[in-house]
């Protein structure tokens, strides 16, 4: 393993080849959004006993749709106050939730006294014909409805913001030629407006994916960028399969498993990018240049020692040549740490 910025690198492949990437999926929410939201809009019962229901549904789930609208309803109803600790399985069955199912990328299904409640996007929760849903998407919002049996008892909706160099990091991997994607379970009009704020073409825009077509996603990409190597960026659980099948890894937050060859420990998640290619382009050729040099340096040494130039080297000098050949290793390694440093002074200018 190899800690470098804020970057962690599982993979010594993966640190040799993320140069060679031509193709990148970026996962929306958490990931090139800064995966806290504001709330837009909400419409829903304020008596005390739908709130329990909706706070206890939404504190069942930290992703962050959830966890903004469990955080709205804690800090506008005091009411709530003794229901805070109801993240627990037993506090929220004494509130008459149970069966709590998480179904990634779709949202949750429970039991709420024989009745089903599901919170979720429109298509989990069937609500996509209700009017306020398409109105919040029409928006271009991202929306967590809450349904108990066919009713809509809750929504939400919600915008959240691009990550602070986004636009900046896109432009310059699209200028080094690598194809820009954008893959997430939220719905198309939140995606896409999230796509044209950062500068991503909307014919390169995967909305409503559950965790199975992302991982599909990047396997398209793999097909039409071969030979060139593809990356998935991703940070919550439904990134997992799709991390698992691309040729980087690369993850953050909850993603940060067995599946990732890269790990973002910064919270500068675009400038972490920027350093995982460049570390790894420099290291390849750094790598390259340390090959170069034993093969000439062995292969000069054996024809030396054996005498077929006329020259032979005496058996005492042997040590000395053992140490000559550590110099280059060292050459190198203290090129690339003035490298990094010279690299962070550039970027702080």
């Not at 970057?7 to 996962?27: E, G, M, N, P």
């Not at 949202?107 to 009745?115: E, R, Y």
């Not at 050459?331 to 200018?349: M, Q």
Request: contains cysteine; proline residues 4%; glycine residues 8%.
């Amino acid at each position: 393993m190899t800690v470098n910025d804020g970057v962690l690198f599982r993979s010594i492949q993966a640190l040799l080849t993320a140069h060679a990437v031509k193709a990148v999926a970026f996962d929306k929410t958490g990931t090139l959004s800064q995966g806290v939201m504001a709330i837009r809009e909400t419409s829903y019962d304020p008596g005390l006993l739908s709130l329990r229901l909706i706070h206890s549904i939404t504190a069942s789930n930290k992703h962050p749709v959830s966890e903004t609208a469990r955080r709205y309803l804690e800090s506008h109803h005091p009411e709530l106050r003794n229901d805070i600790l109801l993240h627990s399985t037993e506090r929220l069955e004494i509130q008459g939730v149970s069966d709590i199912q998480i179904i990634p990328g779709k949202g949750v299904i429970a039991n709420f006294f024989g009745f089903e409640v599901k919170a979720g996007n429109a298509n989990f929760t069937s609500t996509e014909s209700h009017p306020k849903v398409t109105e919040y998407i029409a928006d271009g919002m991202t929306i967590l409805a809450i349904t108990l049996g066919n009713q809509l008892v809750g929504l939400f909706g919600m915008k959240d913001q691009p990550r602070p160099g986004v636009q900046k990091l896109l432009s310059d991997l699209g200028r080094d030629g690598r194809q820009i994607s954008l893959v997430s379970g939220d719905n198309p009009s939140a995606v896409h407006a999230f796509a044209l704020e950062v500068g991503i073409s909307l014919d390169q825009v995967h909305a409503s994916q559950t965790p199975t077509s992302k991982a599909s996603v990047v396997k398209s990409l793999k097909a039409t960028a071969h030979p060139g190597k593809v990356a998935f960026v991703g940070d919550g659980i439904n990134d997992i399969i799709a991390l698992s099948t691309a040729d980087v890894s690369i993850a953050t937050g909850l993603a940060s498993n067995a599946s990732s060859q890269i790990i973002i420990l910064a919270n500068d998640v675009p400038r972490a990018i920027k350093s995982i290619i460049v570390t790894s382009y420099v290291t390849r050729n750094h790598v390259i240049v340390s090959l170069a040099f034993c093969g000439v340096y062995f292969t000069v040494a054996i024809l030396l020692a054996s005498g077929v130039t006329g020259w032979r080297i005496p058996p005492a000098y042997a040590g000395l040549g053992e140490l000559v050949s550590i110099i280059p290793v060292l050459l190198v390694g203290a090129d690339l740490a003035t490298f990094k440093v010279i690299a962070r002074k550039l970027d702080a200018a």
